[in-house]
């Protein structure tokens, strides 16, 4: 039976136990066994001969393979170097957790209008906008603002953090999520915020199963490809569009994607596809 740590932060893993049990409860049958293990647990070493290796707990430790649950490229580059399989990998993790990063990567494609956040960085000429930490996840700290004084109050949140300042998207409120696993698009979700523009699913957003136009379809299979020739293969991230009037744009990719509004709009076991598909890798 081989074992695979499932690697978080130890916030994060607080309120990600639901995801825990569906990980292990999907893993039984596959011979896996899975491993929670917090990044505080960890410590990192090198040797005299410049080798790589890990210590869980104080213990020298080698998992089968690592589940990346934390957004820290740091340690997926150390474990990858001790020539343990990570999902996702380190590249992803680098691109997707900065969206400064993420939008040089995909340069040329389709996006809001965005300037990188910093404390000299001019004020808007033009309102409403975005504003945004470069880092944020599940909708934090992610303001519209109609005026200078908003915009002034939203950067007081943000920085010293680096940040994004974005225009406001045509149809704000809605986005799409792509789930794409190994390559592979499995599914669209579309959500919706009941208030407000911020429509992620533990903010209350309402999400609906939602077959990919041509179009959508097109563009995430563009994204897909970006990140396989650059030696960073998607294992299992979710693509995120927003809408203007001409059509979907680019809101981001998603590295340690969520699963519960897939479960809450469909069938799709997506945890089990996950697993299945490492199990035939490792």
Known sequence: MK?????YHINDLNVNRDYVTTMRKSAKPLDLTIKTVTLDQLTLTMNENGMPGVLLKGKPARPDAVISRMRDPLYSRHLEAMGVPVFNG????????????????LKGMPMPRTTFLTATTPMPTRYPQVVKPACSHGGDRVQ????ILEYQDAVETVLPEAGLVQ???????????????????VA?????????MVSNFKQGGEVSLHTLTREETDLCSEVIRRFEEAGAPLCFAGVDF??????PVIGEVEDVVGSRMLYKASDIDIVAMYLSEIARRI
């Open 188 to 196: 669209g979700v579309m959500r919706h915020s009941k208030h407000g």
């Open 242 to 247: 927003l809408y203007e009037k001409e059509g």
């Open 90 to 105: 380190s590249k992803v993790c680098e691109i997707c957790n900065d969206k400064r990063y993420t939008y040089q990567f």
């Open 144 to 147: 519209e603002v109609k005026d």
């Open 3 to 7: 074992t695979i740590w499932l690697l």
């Open 167 to 185: 225009d406001k998207t045509s149809k704000p409120g809605y986005d799409l999520r792509v789930y794409v696993l190994f390559g592979k698009i």
